[in-house]
């Protein structure tokens, strides 16, 4: 599959496309004809020797200094190296991937001015499986992502690391195993590379996808738990959401009612009513729904935005300095995401203890195991629930509201839009593993009950896709391996 780039209908399937299946990414003929046009303007700008900020000025608080011709390329490339001081761990692979693919449609669009082998070379890093070793920490996401984008930009010069294949490569080594060379940069072109949101983008249209794929399967570890409970299906009853008229509500009781579709346990205790993380699934993983919406069209919208400074309207003659650098509206997608996840785990780990707990299981043995005493069952994996629950609380803290003025105070309010994203996607992973845990309880409890075959058609077919990698426990054992399996249907998509 080849992703065609032409600056304005990028999508996040396509993000995750590149980023995780490794599919090509090309040039439409459009944006080849938009970047010749703004690389030519910009050079016309340099003719005429205007101070222009971002071609031939210096950069944050230092705008109104002018630069010598002969020192374009210079400034460019002191912009790239002075830049690249982000620190921690690495970005992942498929984070990386993203921000390239984001970065690269930004520059497709024609209002960057970079030159079409820079853009070519950015391609082909791509294409050529080349994974940048990007430092997760030191963006404010204002303006943009600074620190990561030019250690990305680092390797366009030579100057780099990356991953190729197995081997760690640095300087121009990265570029010669790919067949190509570094560029030299002209005028605008280092600051069009690193100026923008491109970073907290790609990672946010990950987290995005992630998050859909762990909606629908909160909705199913729910529907399991219910069957293993006898739980009422009243709370799911379409005329309830009618009532109140949000799109997720209404969407998430009918998804957990097709899942229990043919089922002969949900629906047969003879208690008035369930607690609320059993009989408000509807309402609390509705308004998940609702979240993901949200954020869905905020990244529809940054996925195709150009998001450096200053910006070049070449039919126009202008060149137009703003802030689109600033990573705001995903700041507060991805903080608001964030929050949203963890209320996910939040309420699994609720209807886990349901299970787990005697006094609340109707009738299950304690921590689900045979002889308990002897044996724990699953007490401590609801104690790592717990753990992942807590962490989630510190980590759903926005990011977004926090702001420390920098470059002499230039720059004196930022977004911290990539912490938001770099967050988001931490809660995302820990909601993984609590959902696993669920799905794992659920399935020892309906087995408990001998009644597997009364499952509903989909939440029998899931349960039996578990049976696959995690038998039936009939005493303590290394559960982390449990946990792990189910965790890695859970990755990959089986479930």
């Known amino acids: 599959m080849i992703i065609r780039l032409t600056g304005s209908d990028l999508t996040t399937g396509d993000v995750i496309q590149v980023a ?10 459009r944006a080849v004809l938009q970047i010749d046009r703004a690389s030519s303007f910009v050079t016309e700008i340099v003719d005429h020797g205007t101070p222009v900020y971002g071609i031939n000025t210096g950069f944050g608080s230092l705008c109104n200094v002018p630069i010598n011709r002969g020192d ?142 762990l909606l629908h399967l909160a909705n199913m570890a729910a529907g399991l738990t219910m069957e293993a409970l006898g739980a009422r299906l009243e709370p799911f009853d379409p005329r309830i959401a009618g009532l109140r008229q949000h799109p997720g509500q209404a969407s998430v009781a009918g998804e957990v009612l097709a899942y229990l579709d043919h089922s002969k346990l949900a629906g047969t205790c ?12 509807p309402q609390v993983h509705g308004a998940v729904a609702d979240t993901l919406t949200f954020v869905s069209s905020v990244l529809a919208s940054e996925l195709n935005a150009v998001t450096d400074n200053p910006l070049l309207f070449p039919d126009d003659g202008d060149v137009v300095s703003g802030g689109n650098f600033h990573g705001e509206p995903v700041a507060l997608a991805m903080d608001y ?75 004196d309010h930022v977004s911290m839009g990539t912490i938001a994203a770099r967050k988001a996607r931490s809660i995302a992973d820990n909601v993984e593993n609590v959902l696993a845990i669920e799905l794992l309880a659920a399935c020892q409890a309906v087995g408990i009950r001998g009644n597997e075959r009364d499952l509903g058609t989909a939440t029998g077919k899931v349960l039996a896709a578990i049976r696959q990698v995690v038998p039936p426990m009939d005493g303590d054992r290394m559960y982390i391996d449990d946990v792990n399996a189910v965790r890695t249907l859970i990755h990959t998509n089986t479930i």
């Open 20 to 29: 995780r299946e490794g599919s090509s990414v090309d040039l439409s003929d």
């Open 72 to 213: 374009l390329n210079r400034l460019q490339e002191n912009l790239i190296v002075s830049h690249a001081v982000g620190v921690g761990p690495f970005f992942a692979e498929d984070e990386a991937r993203a921000a390239m693919l984001v970065r690269a449609n930004t520059l497709a669009s024609g209002h960057s001015g970079i030159h079409l082998e820079v853009e070519r070379l950015l391609l082909a890093l791509l294409n050529g499986h080349v994974y940048p070793l990007i430092p997760k920490q030191g963006s404010l996401g204002a303006s943009g992502d600074l620190a990561p984008l030019a250690s990305l930009a680092l390797v366009l010069i030579g100057k780099g690391t990356a991953r190729v294949g197995e081997q760690v490569l640095r300087g121009p080594e990265v570029l010669r195993a790919i067949g190509q060379t570094p560029v030299t940069l002209g005028a605008k072109e280092g600051l069009a590379l690193i100026n923008g949101t491109a970073v907290m983008t790609g990672v946010a249209a990950l987290v995005l996808a992630d998050a859909e794929h």
């Open 270 to 281: 003879d208690e008035v009513q369930d607690a609320y993380s059993i009989r408000c699934v």
């Open 337 to 411: 995401l964030g929050i949203a996840l963890a209320e996910l785990a939040s309420i699994s780990e609720r209807r886990t203890n349901r299970l787990l707990n005697p006094a609340l299981s109707r009738g299950l043995p304690a921590f689900l195991t045979a002889n308990p005493g002897l044996n724990s069952g699953l007490m401590i994996a609801q104690y790592t629930q717990a753990a992942l629950v807590s962490e989630n609380k510190v980590l759903a803290h926005p990011a977004s509201v926090d702001s420390i003025p920098v470059s002499a105070d230039q720059e």
